[in-house]
């Protein structure tokens, strides 16, 4: 086999030079997908959640992951990787097809393991927006949306093995991706109405970076 012949590395499935894509990372609570879908309007992103895509994935007929993400779910613990990445690559294609060339992906990367998978598979150069907020006031929004949501990790319970999984990987991710300067935070303390303008001049920063 000739040099040129010789097998090219795997590159991702979109470019960064024609695609942009934002992570939104945060505790349990603190109001990501509240903000993300007012960003989604204001911006036309491809908007997504993480969360919303695995319990999509527990309910579709024939899958072969419920168990998983299920356990995942109630102990807090992050879903495989390759889970997580096939199911955003699958909703990035959809999208795509549409014409979107904005994505905003709502709790992820939540590891390293998924951020280098991620990089390889399906794109590199991700901005990412991170919303802090203290654990106290993340609970108490877990279990007031815990009233009607009927979601099974919205109780105290869940909420603090979330956290505890989140903070032991997560603040990896966050060093890693604030060493190439692609992280803009958001203080999220306040009532979430109030800090939209906020949140959504920090969209505007991640977009430009």
Same mark, same amino acid.
Request: with cysteine; aromatic share 10%; charged share 30%.
């Given at each position: 086999?000739?040099?040129?012949?010789?097998?090219?590395?795997?590159?991702?499935?979109?470019?960064?030079?024609k695609v942009l894509v934002i992570y939104?990372?945060?505790?349990?609570?603190?109001?990501?997908?509240?903000?993300?879908?007012?960003?989604?309007?204001?911006?036309? =992103?491809?908007?997504? /959640?993480?969360?919303?895509? #695995?319990?999509?994935?527990? &309910? $579709?007929?024939? *899958?072969? @992951? %419920?168990?998983?993400?299920?356990?995942?779910?109630?102990?807090?613990?992050?879903?495989?990787?390759?889970?997580?990445?096939?199911?955003?690559?699958?909703?990035?294609?959809?999208?795509?097809?549409?014409?979107?060339?904005?994505?905003?992906?709502?709790?992820?990367?939540?590891?390293?393991?998924?951020?280098?998978?991620?990089?390889?598979?399906?794109?590199?150069?991700?901005?990412?927006? =991170?919303?802090?907020? /203290?654990?106290?006031?993340? #609970?108490?929004?877990?279990? &007031? $949306?815990?009233? *009607?949501? @009927? %979601?099974?990790?919205?109780?105290?319970?869940?909420?603090?093995?979330?956290?505890?999984?989140?903070?032991?990987?997560?603040?990896?991710?966050?060093?890693?991706?604030?060493?190439?300067?692609?992280?803009?935070?958001?203080?999220?303390?306040?009532?979430?109405?109030?800090?939209?303008?906020?949140?959504?001049?920090?969209?505007?920063?991640?977009?430009?970076?």
């Amino acid at each position: 086999m000739s040099e040129n012949q010789a097998e090219q590395p795997q590159l991702p499935l979109f470019d960064s030079e024609k695609v942009l894509v934002i992570y939104v990372l945060g505790g349990p609570g603190v109001g990501k997908g509240t903000h993300c879908k007012r960003l989604a309007a204001d911006f036309n =992103f491809a908007y997504f /959640s993480v969360g919303d895509l #695995l319990r999509a994935e527990q &309910n $579709r007929p024939g *899958t072969t @992951q %419920r168990e998983v993400i299920d356990r995942c779910m109630l102990e807090g613990k992050i879903v495989p990787a390759e889970i997580a990445v096939t199911l955003m690559k699958r909703r990035m294609i959809k999208e795509a097809s549409k014409g979107k060339k904005m994505f905003l992906i709502d709790g992820f990367p939540r590891n390293m393991e998924q951020v280098h998978l991620f990089e390889k598979e399906v794109y590199k150069n991700g901005r990412m927006l =991170f919303f802090e907020c /203290s654990p106290d006031v993340m #609970l108490k929004r877990v279990l &007031n $949306r815990g009233k *009607t949501s @009927q %979601r099974i990790d919205d109780n105290e319970e869940a909420f603090w093995k979330r956290w505890n999984g989140y903070l032991d990987s997560t603040v990896a991710v966050l060093n890693f991706f604030q060493e190439r300067k692609q992280v803009v935070t958001i203080n999220c303390e306040g009532p979430l109405d109030a800090g939209y303008p906020q949140v959504k001049h920090a969209a505007e920063v991640s977009i430009r970076l």
